[in-house]
């Protein structure tokens, strides 16, 4: 259950991470900075147990898409493939908050996204579905 200081303390950390440039670098840099965002959020939610893994593979890195990851439910595992992106991490991590339901994990992420990158919303927005796109 997410309480309004739930959000209000996601918010902040979100923004901390906006303010960290995440789509700045090298794929290492960059999964270093949604390493840090990750480990504030499960701090925030109580989830000592999530795990983030991020495909620092060069030749994946390359893929155009996001498409590939994925939150596994059994091992508490968010796998983070190919293109990085800050959508699906968003969304993989409502998926560890709430568990199957696309529709919980689509909202929570969309709200979060919109809050904190609203001009990157706007392009994000008519495309949702081409980035959330999970194996089954
Ligand atoms: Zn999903």
Known sequence: METNEHRTKTLEIVNVF???NPWQGNVEERGKKFQKCFEDLK??????K??????????????HTSA???????RKVIVLNGRL????FLHEFAHALNGHSEE???EWSVDIFKEVFPDKFEKLNHNYNMYIKEKK
């Open 68 to 74: 590939a990851s994925y939150f596994d439910i059994r």
């Open 85 to 88: 992106s800050v959508i699906t």
């Open 104 to 106: 919980k994990a689509r």
């Open 18 to 20: 906006k303010n960290s």
């Open 43 to 48: 701090k925030v939610y109580n989830k000592p």
């Open 50 to 63: 999530l795990k983030l893994i991020i495909s620092v593979d060069s030749k994946i890195s390359n893929w």
